[in-house]
C-alpha cells in the first residue's frame, strides 16, 4: 500500500489577506503564453493583469482565469504604470539588465506590479525606465533565457512563497 | 537616463558542480508541455530527461535543449526509477496527494529524480508507490491545479533556488 493516495483538486489555500499583485504584460507576440501566465496567475489567487493592444485570453488554457481573474486592455503599459505607481505599487519587470537583482535573493514588496516582457524583444527603454526594480532569474545553461510564460511562472512562484497568506 | 539597460542574453552563471537533477515525465498527453519542460530544465543546467512511450521534443519549443539534454525514452517509468533509486537518487512527485509536502517547506537532495505527472491523471498508483516523497504547490483560486508543465517549472526554480551553484 502506498503512502500517497491522489487528493486531485484539492480544496485551495486560504489567503489572510487578498493578493495585491498585479500581472502587467507589455504587447506580447503569443496569446498562449498569455493566456498561460493568466491561468496561473489565477491559480495563485491574483485578481487583476493587464494586457496590451490585441491581447487575449484563450479559454482552453487559461481555463478559469477567464471568468476569475479581472483583466484590462491598454494600448500601453506606460500609463498604467504611472498611476499605479501613484497608488502605491512597486514596479517590478523580469528582465536581464544592467542594475537587475537576482529574484533569488529580492524581497518582494506585497503591493506590486509584476511586469513581463515581449518574448523577442523583452521590456522596451521606455517601460525599464519607469520599474523601480528588475530582477532576474538565474539561468545555468542553454538556451540562456526562459520562456517568456516560463519566467513569469517563476516569479509568481517566488511572490507567493513570500506571501503564501496573501 | 534609465537604470536599466537591456543586457538579453547574459552569459549563464556557473555551476560548482554538474546538476544531479533528472526530470522524469509519465508517459504525457501534450509534446508542447514536455517540451517546455525541456527548455526549462535545460536553461537550468538539468543534464538528462526521461520521458515515455511516443513523446518527443518539438525543436521550436524546446530550443536548445534539443542538442544540450540527454534525453530518453523509456516504455515506462517504473523499472528507470527502480534503477535511479538503487543509484542514490531521491524520487520525488510533484502531485496532489495524502501526505504530501509543502514545497515551500521541501529541502531537495541534490540527487534528486523529479517525477511529472500526466496533465489529466497526473502519477498513477503504481508510480507513486516508487516515490520517496511528494511535494505540492500551493494553489489558492481558480482552477485549482497549476498546468503540468508550469507546475514543473516551479519546482525546478525551487530545486535550483535550493542548489544555485548545482
Known amino acids: 500500500m502506498s503512502d500517497f493516495i491522489q487528493q486531485r483538486h484539492k ?3 486560504n489567503l489572510v489577506h487578498p493578493r495585491e499583485l498585479i ?18 496567475a489565477s491559480a ?5 493583469m ?13 481555463r478559469d482565469a477567464i471568468s476569475e ?5 491598454h494600448r500601453s503599459l506606460g500609463p498604467v504604470l504611472k498611476k499605479l505607481k501613484e497608488d502605491g505599487y512597486d514596479i517590478v519587470g523580469i528582465e536581464q ?14 503591493r506590486t506590479v509584476l511586469v513581463v516582457g515581449n518574448e523577442r524583444l523583452g521590456i522596451s527603454d521606455e517601460i525599464l ?7 532576474e532569474i538565474p539561468v545555468w545553461g542553454l538556451p540562456h533565457s526562459y ?8 516569479a509568481l512562484y517566488e511572490y507567493c512563497r513570500q506571501f503564501p497568506e496573501g
Open 11 to 13: 480544496l485551495s489555500t
Open 23 to 40: 500581472v502587467a504584460c507589455v504587447p506580447m507576440r503569443s496569446n498562449v503564453n498569455i493566456s498561460q501566465i493568466a491561468r496561473t
Open 44 to 48: 495563485c489567487a491574483v485578481e487583476k
Open 50 to 62: 493587464i494586457i496590451c493592444g490585441t491581447a487575449s485570453l484563450t479559454k482552453k488554457i487559461a
Open 69 to 73: 481573474l479581472t483583466v484590462s486592455t
Open 97 to 110: 539588465t544592467s542594475n537587475s537583482k537576482n529574484i533569488h535573493h529580492f524581497d518582494f514588496k506585497r
Open 129 to 135: 525606465a519607469q520599474l523601480d526594480s528588475v530582477i
Open 147 to 154: 520562456n517568456a510564460a516560463s519566467a513569469a511562472n517563476m
